[in-house]
């Protein structure tokens, strides 16, 4: 399968409109949450390096670097989705004829779900680790760059949010232990980046 994180901006949205399974929902959490943390990387460096901001240097730069690879994490996470998604639909091809054969799919078909329900878990987890860094940010960065702070913490939010719907539907089917502990994790991690959005647009309208 060919990356669609390397797809023109147009190509990517013609493909996800259409009748094609991939990209879906999951995919489209991961990359707004890459777009999310890209924002807030553009405030971070629209602060760093400049005196008048310089006593606040260390801390931005160190946000940055985690930034960075949380961004990367979620971008990588557009194609994984893809992937586990076509995971789970060769499971439910497999053949169920026998008593054998249908034990056998459904071990491979919760398997996949399972598999399938870890992509947007690690999207939820990224959302939330880059809200968490938007705060301190959003008060010692550059104030010519507060709007796209804000546009940041919404796009983490809808990330969380989109994130937590995704393994939702997985967890739903498997009724595992893993898959509640998967759920109530999402469900926690995408209420606090709410509580962080909201936290970040207080701090804008401080300054």
């Given at each position: 399968m060919d990356s669609f994180t390397k797809l023109p901006v147009q190509d990517f949205l013609r493909v996800a409109a259409s009748d094609a399974p991939t990209p879906g929902g999951g995919a489209i959490a991961a990359l707004v949450g890459a777009l999310g943390?890209?924002?807030?990387?553009?405030?971070?460096?629209?602060?760093?390096?400049?005196?008048?901001?310089?006593?606040?240097?260390?801390?931005?730069?160190?946000?940055l670097s985690e930034l960075s690879d949380l961004t990367a994490d979620m971008l990588r996470a557009?194609?994984?989705?893809?992937?586990?998604?076509?995971?789970?639909?060769?499971?439910?091809?497999?053949?169920?004829?026998t008593d054998e054969e249908k034990a056998a799919r459904k071990t491979a078909v919760d398997d996949a779900l399972t598999a399938s329900m870890q992509v947007p878990l690690r999207v939820v987890r990224c959302a939330v680790q880059a809200a968490r860094l938007l705060p301190p940010l959003a008060r010692v960065g550059n104030p010519n760059l507060l709007s796209d702070m804000v546009v940041a913490a919404i796009m983490l939010e809808a990330a969380a949010r989109a994130g937590r719907a995704?393994?939702?539907?997985?967890?739903?089917?498997?009724h595992t232990e893993a898959a509640r502990q998967a759920e109530a994790e999402a469900d926690a991690a995408s209420r606090e980046t709410a509580d962080l959005c909201r936290s970040v647009e207080e701090i804008v309208a401080g300054r």
């Open positions: 943390a890209s924002m807030a990387s553009m405030a971070g460096n629209f602060t760093v390096g400049r005196p008048k901001y310089q006593e606040h240097d260390a801390l931005v730069k160190d946000t557009v194609d994984d989705d893809a992937e586990a998604f076509s995971g789970i639909s060769l499971a439910y091809k497999l053949p169920k004829g995704n393994v939702r539907v997985n967890s739903g089917q498997l």
